[in-house]
């Protein structure tokens, strides 16, 4: 069963992003991933199609969704809310220069479903 969305935005920095990617997919809670790609050089692009499945992430490229410049922070974030609120999940955004721990969602769900009110407002 997911416990949560993660969302990742990227622009460019892939070797920083693979490697958040793939902590992040070490996790050892059930999530559904997504990657936002925000408008990142072609290799970046490239890469993060290439390792979609593999890395088990939905990849959407922000570029097909709107021809404002990067940054679209605001964007990924009302996009990223309103699925999670329709799916009734937790949002969690990790930045794709963070790496974490294989414990560090399953804490975080843990911690939002023993406490109310948790996250920004």
């Known amino acids: 069963m997911v ?68 940054p679209n922070y605001i964007l990924i974030l009302k996009q990223a809310q309103k699925l999670a609120l329709k799916k009734g999940l937790p949002l969690i955004i990790v930045e794709s220069d963070v790496k974490i721990k294989p414990n560090t969602l399953e804490q975080l769900i843990q911690f939002n479903k023993e406490n109310e009110n948790v996250g920004l407002g």
């Open 3 to 70: 416990e949560a969305l993660v969302i990742t935005p990227v622009k460019d920095s892939l070797q920083n992003t693979l490697e958040t990617i793939q902590a992040i997919n070490n996790s050892e809670v059930e999530i559904q991933h997504i990657v936002y790609n925000d408008f990142s050089n072609k290799k970046t692009k490239l890469s993060l199609q290439d390792n979609s499945i593999k890395l088990c992430y939905q990849l959407i490229n922000i570029e097909e969704i709107t021809n404002s410049p990067s």
